[in-house]
């Protein structure tokens, strides 16, 4: 795995795929809550198949499993941490490839992130297109927003304090994909897992959620939104709510799977996905008309 340093010069590890040396697009990309870098292998290899002169980078967040500062893992002091190193792994990795055209894909959590990047980025960051696949737009159908507000505070007095990620998911045994497992089993298994996040952690995460709705309007570039109809954390209404306020003028693709859940990326129907989105990234030529 490969790193760069960030804004503060800490490592940021990340993987890549694709045409590194000479590309003509280059995608930079961010993986979920409990994630890591390699949830993008399949996604990344079918749009790199696809698309010769694509360079694909996914980047491993702060404050996760692959923070390589190791008790950072589970714990962030800001929101804004993420938004400097997706600004700064931007300007970084396209150094080589100064022309290319630049494109932020997001799932769920990252997804939320580069949402709130793009629309607090300076001129000084070029993001040409976004991909958001499941974007979590609000926590109100699952957690009222007194308890919101009274996590956040219990955050600001104690921010350090960790909560078991058994704890956080003890009440949620949901479906979060096709495949009828628990899903809080299978990601202790992974390389990645964090045991605890810290109330700060938690708290940046429903920070940028709850300012999701506000996000939608200030949206103007080219934009791929994918969800699923089964997905608990996204009901159908809510993103097509968010989407009816996105401006006029902004150019809009949305891909609906009915039978999809959460986790696209290992989604029974995730080769269809990549293709929809390969296709997106870098459309087929068109056939003139005989």
């Known amino acids: 795995m490969d790193t760069l340093p960030s804004f503060d010069t800490t490592p940021l590890p990340y993987q890549s795929w694709g045409n590194l040396s000479s590309p003509n697009q280059v995608i930079i990309a961010l993986h979920g809550f409990c994630g890591a870098s390699a949830d993008f292998t399949n996604w990344a290899n079918i749009c790199t198949q696809q698309n010769p ?8 967040l702060r404050g996760q499993g692959f923070d390589p500062v190791v008790n950072r893992r589970g714990d962030i002091p800001t929101h804004h941490d993420w938004l400097r190193d997706l600004w700064h792994a931007t300007k970084t990795l396209k ?4 022309h290319a055209e630049c ?3 997001g799932e769920s ?4 992130i580069a949402c709130h990047a793009l629309t607090h980025a300076t001129h000084h960051v070029r993001c040409d297109r976004l991909i958001l696949l499941s974007p979590v737009i609000s926590l109100d159908h699952l957690v009222p927003q007194w308890m919101q507000s009274l996590a956040t505070c219990i ?6 304090r960790r909560i078991p990620l058994s704890l956080i998911a003890s009440n949620q045994n949901l ?5 009828p497992t628990n899903h809080a089993s299978q990601s202790a298994t992974n390389a990645w897992h964090v045991d605890s996040f810290s109330l700060r952690f938690l708290a940046a995460v429903q920070r940028l959620i709850s300012q999701m709705p506000s996000l939608s309007h200030q949206i103007s570039i080219p934009l791929l939104v994918v969800n699923g109809g089964q997905d608990f954390f996204l009901p159908v209404e809510t993103i097509e709510s968010w989407l009816a306020h996105l401006p006029e003028t902004t150019p809009l693709t949305h891909h609906y799977f009915s039978e999809s859940y959460h986790l696209l990326l290992y989604d029974h129907r995730a080769d269809t996905i990549a293709q929809c989105c390969a296709d997106w990234i870098s459309p087929p030529p068109q056939v003139p008309e005989m």
């Open 53 to 60: 002169n694509l360079a694909i980078y996914a980047l491993n």
């Open 95 to 98: 150094i080589k490839p100064p």
């Open 103 to 105: 494109i932020w894909a």
């Open 109 to 112: 959590l990252g997804a939320i």
């Open 155 to 160: 955050a600001k007095i104690q921010p350090e």
């Open 175 to 179: 479906q979060v994909s096709h495949h």
